[in-house]
């Protein structure tokens, strides 16, 4: 089972502590398996840490989340090389590909080296549904802003261009993201840009947003457009998910 057409749920969010594992899954994580149609069986989560350096803590930590919430959990580690021999059959085996977050510019550098992007794309158009969180959000646009560089943000602009926008995270948390994300609009260094607090994420259909999703009270999304020389800013309000079942 996939989703009927290409789905992207790009996150600011999806992990929190569990009661009994370092990491639980959040709402966001279960919201992009709900997308993805799976029933009568486990669902199957590729967890793609490249931006993290493919950390076996993580994994391990990720792990024990899927076991938790009920759900069957590959990881896909390209350090020192690709753990999987048909890394093509195996993305397209699972119904979500969840990526965590870490630096986006290495992330990116990495896929391209090892076919990993043709291969997303591949999958995105087969109904798998592609998500995750920070870095593993502004990989499916065309760019946002990132400490990948060092602790001064800056721009990304080479990311994949599944969707046609730029992509802001953490836009509560991180103070220095909303500025500079109406300064790339305004002059043009990125196009449309969509944007999540933490917590929020959203949904796309092929290339359209169509709804915002949050795991958090009082959270936002918002859209940052250019009118003339300026950037202007939409709020969305997300819709709340449930909170998993435990």
């Not at 929190?16 to 639980?24: I, K, L, Q, S």
């Not at 080296?113 to 593993?136: I, K, P, Q």
């Not at 958090?216 to 079942?245: C, H, I, N, S």
């Amino acid at each position: 089972m996939t989703a009927a057409e290409p789905t992207i749920l790009a996150t600011s969010g999806g992990h929190r502590v569990g009661d009994r594992t370092r990491v639980a899954f959040g709402s966001l994580v279960h919201h992009a398996v709900e997308l993805s149609g799976v029933h009568g069986r486990r669902p199957r989560i590729m967890y793609v840490g490249t931006a993290i350096g493919d950390a076996e803590h993580f994994a391990f930590r990720m792990g024990e989340a899927a076991r938790a919430a009920g759900f069957d959990l590959t990881p896909l580690h390209l350090f020192p090389m690709p753990n999987l021999d048909d890394i093509e059959g195996a993305v397209l085996d699972h119904d979500v590909v969840w990526v965590m977050g870490g630096s986006v510019a290495n992330l990116l550098a990495v896929w391209r080296v090892h076919g990993l992007d043709t291969v997303l794309r591949r999958a995105w158009r087969a109904g798998v549904v592609l998500s995750g969180v920070s870095a593993g959000s502004i990989c499916w646009f065309r760019g946002g802003t990132t400490d990948s560089f060092g602790p001064e943000l800056r721009p990304l602009t080479d990311a994949l261009g599944f969707l046609p926008y730029g992509n802001g995270v953490h836009y509560d948390s991180d103070l220095g993201r909303r500025p500079l994300v109406h300064r790339l609009v305004a002059d043009g260094t990125l196009p449309v840009t969509h944007c999540t607090d933490d917590g929020v994420g959203l949904v796309y259909r092929g290339t359209e947003l169509v709804e915002a999703v949050s795991e958090q009270p009082g959270k936002g999304a918002y859209v940052v457009l250019r009118e003339g020389d300026r950037a202007v800013e939409e709020r969305l309000t997300p819709r709340r998910l449930p909170a998993p079942r435990s």
